[in-house]
Protein backbone atom coordinates (compact mmCIF):
# COMPACT_ATOMS: atom_id res chain seq x y z
CA UNK A 1 0.00 0.00 0.00
CA UNK A 2 1.80 3.23 -1.08
CA UNK A 3 0.91 5.73 1.97
CA UNK A 4 2.13 8.50 -0.75
CA UNK A 5 0.95 8.97 -4.08
CA UNK A 6 2.32 10.46 -6.64
CA UNK A 7 1.37 11.41 -10.28
CA UNK A 8 2.38 11.86 -12.89
CA UNK A 9 4.69 8.40 -13.66
CA UNK A 10 6.45 10.56 -15.86
CA UNK A 11 6.02 13.94 -17.84
CA UNK A 12 7.29 15.76 -20.65
CA UNK A 13 7.43 19.73 -20.78
CA UNK A 14 8.57 22.29 -23.19
CA UNK A 15 11.60 24.91 -21.96
CA UNK A 16 9.60 27.76 -20.68
CA UNK A 17 6.57 26.28 -19.61
CA UNK A 18 5.46 24.86 -16.20
CA UNK A 19 5.72 21.24 -14.59
CA UNK A 20 3.08 20.61 -12.28
CA UNK A 21 3.68 17.05 -10.09
CA UNK A 22 1.35 16.05 -7.55
CA UNK A 23 1.28 14.18 -4.66
CA UNK A 24 -1.39 12.76 -2.13
CA UNK A 25 -1.39 11.23 1.71
CA UNK A 26 -3.65 9.57 3.56
CA UNK A 27 -1.89 9.62 7.00
CA UNK A 28 -2.19 12.50 9.25
CA UNK A 29 0.92 11.46 11.12
CA UNK A 30 2.77 13.30 8.44
CA UNK A 31 4.28 16.54 9.44
CA UNK A 32 6.70 17.64 6.84
CA UNK A 33 6.67 17.36 3.04
CA UNK A 34 10.22 18.01 1.34
CA UNK A 35 10.82 17.11 -2.81
CA UNK A 36 14.07 15.34 -3.28
CA UNK A 37 15.46 15.50 -7.14
CA UNK A 38 17.33 13.16 -8.76
CA UNK A 39 20.01 13.40 -11.64
CA UNK A 40 20.62 10.32 -13.87
CA UNK A 41 23.56 8.60 -11.67
CA UNK A 42 22.88 10.78 -8.46
CA UNK A 43 21.46 10.26 -5.37
CA UNK A 44 18.64 12.43 -4.55
CA UNK A 45 18.98 15.68 -3.19
CA UNK A 46 16.92 17.90 -0.88
CA UNK A 47 15.04 20.63 -3.29
CA UNK A 48 12.14 22.35 -1.26
CA UNK A 49 10.40 21.71 1.89
CA UNK A 50 7.07 22.60 3.27
CA UNK A 51 5.43 22.29 6.89
CA UNK A 52 1.23 21.99 7.20
CA UNK A 53 0.87 25.43 8.72
CA UNK A 54 1.16 27.19 5.63
CA UNK A 55 -0.04 26.89 2.09
CA UNK A 56 2.47 28.07 -0.34
CA UNK A 57 6.21 28.18 -0.32
CA UNK A 58 8.64 29.22 -3.58
CA UNK A 59 12.29 29.33 -3.89
CA UNK A 60 13.39 30.68 -7.25
CA UNK A 61 11.02 28.99 -9.77
CA UNK A 62 9.63 26.29 -7.56
CA UNK A 63 6.75 26.45 -5.71
CA UNK A 64 5.03 23.62 -3.25
CA UNK A 65 0.99 24.38 -2.88
CA UNK A 66 0.09 22.52 0.13
CA UNK A 67 -3.72 21.81 0.62
CA UNK A 68 -4.29 20.24 4.21
CA UNK A 69 -7.51 19.53 4.20
CA UNK A 70 -7.07 17.77 0.36
CA UNK A 71 -4.09 16.14 1.96
CA UNK A 72 -2.67 16.78 -0.84
CA UNK A 73 0.63 18.85 -2.17
CA UNK A 74 2.23 19.60 -5.14
CA UNK A 75 5.52 20.91 -6.83
CA UNK A 76 5.36 23.85 -9.79
CA UNK A 77 8.33 24.25 -11.75
CA UNK A 78 7.81 27.54 -13.44
CA UNK A 79 9.99 28.62 -17.01
CA UNK A 80 11.00 24.59 -16.67
CA UNK A 81 14.67 24.68 -18.38
CA UNK A 82 16.33 21.51 -19.67
CA UNK A 83 18.40 21.43 -16.84
CA UNK A 84 15.27 20.40 -14.97
CA UNK A 85 15.25 17.52 -16.28
CA UNK A 86 15.18 14.71 -13.53
CA UNK A 87 13.35 12.59 -11.55
CA UNK A 88 11.41 14.12 -8.78
CA UNK A 89 10.24 12.38 -5.10
CA UNK A 90 7.89 13.63 -3.29
CA UNK A 91 7.81 12.58 0.67
CA UNK A 92 6.21 12.87 3.72
CA UNK A 93 7.37 12.63 7.45
CA UNK A 94 5.93 10.43 10.08
CA UNK A 95 6.04 12.43 13.22
CA UNK A 96 5.29 9.60 15.57
CA UNK A 97 8.56 7.62 13.35
CA UNK A 98 10.50 10.55 12.43
CA UNK A 99 11.08 8.60 9.36
CA UNK A 100 10.47 9.82 5.25
CA UNK A 101 7.54 7.84 3.28
CA UNK A 102 8.67 8.76 -0.45
CA UNK A 103 6.44 8.77 -3.50
CA UNK A 104 7.33 6.55 -6.56
CA UNK A 105 8.86 9.53 -8.54
CA UNK A 106 8.01 11.25 -11.41
CA UNK A 107 10.40 11.74 -14.57
CA UNK A 108 10.50 14.85 -15.92
CA UNK A 109 11.84 15.58 -19.63
CA UNK A 110 11.86 19.29 -20.75
CA UNK A 111 12.75 19.34 -24.15
CA UNK A 112 14.08 22.88 -25.97
CA UNK B 1 34.07 17.43 -0.18
CA UNK B 2 32.01 16.40 2.72
CA UNK B 3 29.32 13.53 1.92
CA UNK B 4 28.45 10.04 1.65
CA UNK B 5 31.00 7.61 -0.11
CA UNK B 6 29.25 3.62 -1.41
CA UNK B 7 31.13 1.34 -2.72
CA UNK B 8 30.87 -0.71 -5.13
CA UNK B 9 29.74 1.40 -7.14
CA UNK B 10 28.43 -1.42 -8.99
CA UNK B 11 28.02 -5.08 -8.71
CA UNK B 12 26.99 -8.08 -10.03
CA UNK B 13 25.97 -11.50 -7.70
CA UNK B 14 24.95 -14.94 -8.35
CA UNK B 15 22.14 -15.74 -6.27
CA UNK B 16 23.09 -17.31 -2.99
CA UNK B 17 26.19 -15.43 -2.37
CA UNK B 18 26.83 -13.33 0.83
CA UNK B 19 27.11 -9.28 0.20
CA UNK B 20 28.19 -5.73 1.74
CA UNK B 21 27.36 -2.58 0.84
CA UNK B 22 29.77 0.07 2.17
CA UNK B 23 28.35 3.44 3.39
CA UNK B 24 30.92 6.24 4.58
CA UNK B 25 29.80 9.69 5.82
CA UNK B 26 31.86 12.38 7.27
CA UNK B 27 29.65 14.86 8.30
CA UNK B 28 29.30 13.53 11.72
CA UNK B 29 25.81 12.62 11.12
CA UNK B 30 23.88 10.68 14.01
CA UNK B 31 21.35 9.17 12.10
CA UNK B 32 22.01 7.02 8.90
CA UNK B 33 19.38 5.21 6.62
CA UNK B 34 19.50 2.69 4.29
CA UNK B 35 16.89 2.97 0.47
CA UNK B 36 16.48 0.92 -1.88
CA UNK B 37 14.91 2.79 -5.10
CA UNK B 38 12.95 0.52 -7.76
CA UNK B 39 10.97 1.73 -10.72
CA UNK B 40 7.22 2.51 -9.58
CA UNK B 41 7.95 1.82 -6.33
CA UNK B 42 10.05 5.28 -5.32
CA UNK B 43 12.70 4.91 -2.64
CA UNK B 44 11.96 2.06 0.33
CA UNK B 45 13.60 2.68 3.61
CA UNK B 46 15.11 -0.98 4.21
CA UNK B 47 16.87 -0.05 7.95
CA UNK B 48 18.30 2.99 9.89
CA UNK B 49 20.27 4.02 12.62
CA UNK B 50 19.52 7.10 15.17
CA UNK B 51 22.73 6.69 16.69
CA UNK B 52 25.86 4.89 16.69
CA UNK B 53 25.38 1.13 18.66
CA UNK B 54 21.39 1.16 17.47
CA UNK B 55 19.68 0.25 14.26
CA UNK B 56 15.76 -0.24 13.37
CA UNK B 57 14.06 -1.79 10.95
CA UNK B 58 12.38 -0.05 7.94
CA UNK B 59 9.73 -0.42 5.42
CA UNK B 60 11.52 -3.67 3.59
CA UNK B 61 14.04 -5.27 5.84
CA UNK B 62 13.76 -8.65 4.93
CA UNK B 63 16.66 -10.30 4.01
CA UNK B 64 19.17 -7.28 4.90
CA UNK B 65 21.29 -6.61 7.83
CA UNK B 66 23.15 -3.63 9.26
CA UNK B 67 25.29 -2.43 11.73
CA UNK B 68 26.30 0.96 13.53
CA UNK B 69 29.85 0.55 15.16
CA UNK B 70 31.02 4.50 14.48
CA UNK B 71 29.17 7.25 13.33
CA UNK B 72 30.45 7.09 10.44
CA UNK B 73 30.02 4.02 9.10
CA UNK B 74 27.23 1.38 8.37
CA UNK B 75 27.02 -1.21 6.34
CA UNK B 76 24.47 -3.41 4.41
CA UNK B 77 24.66 -6.94 4.58
CA UNK B 78 23.06 -9.24 2.51
CA UNK B 79 23.63 -13.16 3.76
CA UNK B 80 22.43 -14.81 1.18
CA UNK B 81 21.49 -12.79 -2.03
CA UNK B 82 17.89 -13.08 -4.34
CA UNK B 83 17.07 -11.48 -7.71
CA UNK B 84 14.67 -10.06 -5.97
CA UNK B 85 17.11 -7.92 -4.13
CA UNK B 86 18.06 -6.63 -7.62
CA UNK B 87 18.15 -2.90 -7.32
CA UNK B 88 19.84 0.09 -6.78
CA UNK B 89 21.03 0.74 -3.05
CA UNK B 90 21.20 4.37 -1.65
CA UNK B 91 22.73 5.12 2.27
CA UNK B 92 21.96 8.93 3.29
CA UNK B 93 22.53 10.55 6.33
CA UNK B 94 21.01 13.04 8.55
CA UNK B 95 22.29 15.41 11.28
CA UNK B 96 19.57 13.83 13.78
CA UNK B 97 16.16 10.97 13.70
CA UNK B 98 14.04 14.16 12.73
CA UNK B 99 14.59 13.27 8.76
CA UNK B 100 14.49 16.78 8.16
CA UNK B 101 16.83 16.96 5.51
CA UNK B 102 18.76 13.61 3.89
CA UNK B 103 21.93 13.75 2.61
CA UNK B 104 22.38 10.92 -0.23
CA UNK B 105 25.39 8.95 -1.81
CA UNK B 106 25.28 8.38 -5.56
CA UNK B 107 23.86 4.54 -4.95
CA UNK B 108 25.05 1.23 -5.59
CA UNK B 109 23.73 -0.87 -8.15
CA UNK B 110 23.15 -4.47 -7.72
CA UNK B 111 22.15 -6.78 -9.97
CA UNK B 112 21.60 -10.46 -8.59
CA UNK B 113 22.00 -13.35 -11.09
Known amino acids: QQQVKQSPQSLIVQKGGISIINCAYE??????FPWYQQFPGKGPALLIAIRPDVSEKKEGRFTISFNKSAKQFSLHIMDSQPGDSATYFCAARNYNTDKLIFGTGTRLQVFP | IAGITQAPTSQILAAGRRMTLRCTQDMRHNAMYWYRQDLGLGLRLIHY???????GKGEVPDGYSVSRANTDDFPLTLASAVPSQTSVYFCASSPDSGANVLTFGAGSRLTVL
Open chain 1, 27 to 32: NTAFDY
Open chain 2, 49 to 55: SNTAGTT
